[in-house]
């Protein structure tokens, strides 16, 4: 039982290997058949470019022009690296914040003018997505919300007012009181709250 296992492992491993060889052996032969070029009547793309275009990509083919061209390319990459080289400075980093800044400041100038606009653009944008009674109903829940917000918000310090009052009377002025005041067990109606 074991040596028959053994014997189709084998077989399918030699299988693959023999599958393997197929492949990289027809692989070459199809793309040598997909090379080549197909025979049409139509004009050869030698007769279709310009004779000025040839003349351009016969200079490019000469040595002494790829050398010459290669030449310029390193020039050009080394001097544009030097520069990252030096060690930028503090003024130069607020020198460019600062340049930042200003930029933003006149693209905000720029933009005033159209602000007005822009206004009247939304509010038509509102008004179409919403109506006019939906803008009440919008501007409704607006100021409900933010009631609620400073409600919840006052009936928090209400609740918690005892606490702060409590805490801001401890010493904080050092570590070792700030570290006693964490550590310190709170005391609700005589009973011991962590």
């Known amino acids: 039982m074991h040596q028959g296992k053994s014997i189709a492992g084998a077989a399918r491993h030699i299988t693959a290997i023999c599958l393997a060889a197929l492949v990289f052996?027809?692989?070459?032969?199809?793309?040598?058949?997909?090379?080549?070029?197909?025979?049409?009547?139509?004009?050869?793309?030698?007769?279709k470019t310009p004779a000025k275009v040839r003349e351009l990509l016969t200079l490019l083919a000469d040595p002494k022009v790829q050398e010459w061209l290669d030449?310029?390319?390193?020039?050009?990459?080394?001097?544009?690296?030097?520069?990252?080289?030096?060690?930028?400075?503090?003024?130069h980093y607020f020198d460019a914040q600062l340049g930042a800044v200003r930029t933003h400041i006149l693209a905000l100038?720029?933009?005033?003018?159209?602000?007005?606009?822009?206004?009247?653009?939304?509010?038509?944008?509102?008004?179409?997505?919403?109506?006019?009674?939906g803008r009440t109903g919008a501007?409704?829940?607006?100021?409900?919300f933010?009631?609620?917000?400073?409600?919840?918000?006052?009936?928090?310090?209400?609740a918690?007012?005892?606490?702060?009052?409590?805490?801001?009377?401890?010493?904080?002025?050092?570590?070792s009181h700030r570290l006693r005041v964490v550590a310190q067990p709170q005391v609700n109606n005589g009973k011991v709250v962590r």
């Open 25 to 47: 052996l027809i692989g070459p032969l199809s793309c040598a058949f997909a090379a080549q070029p197909a025979k049409s009547t139509a004009p050869s793309e030698a007769d």
């Open 71 to 91: 030449k310029e390319a390193k020039a050009k990459t080394a001097s544009q690296s030097a520069p990252e080289n030096v060690e930028e400075s503090i003024s």
């Open 139 to 144: 501007l409704l829940l607006l100021v409900v």
């Open 146 to 158: 933010v009631a609620l917000g400073f409600g919840v918000e006052w009936l928090f310090r209400w």
């Open 160 to 175: 918690t007012q005892g606490i702060r009052a409590r805490l801001d009377s401890l010493p904080l002025e050092t570590v």
């Open 109 to 133: 100038a720029a933009a005033l003018p159209d602000v007005p606009n822009q206004f009247r653009r939304g509010s038509r944008l509102v008004t179409a997505e919403l109506g006019d009674a």
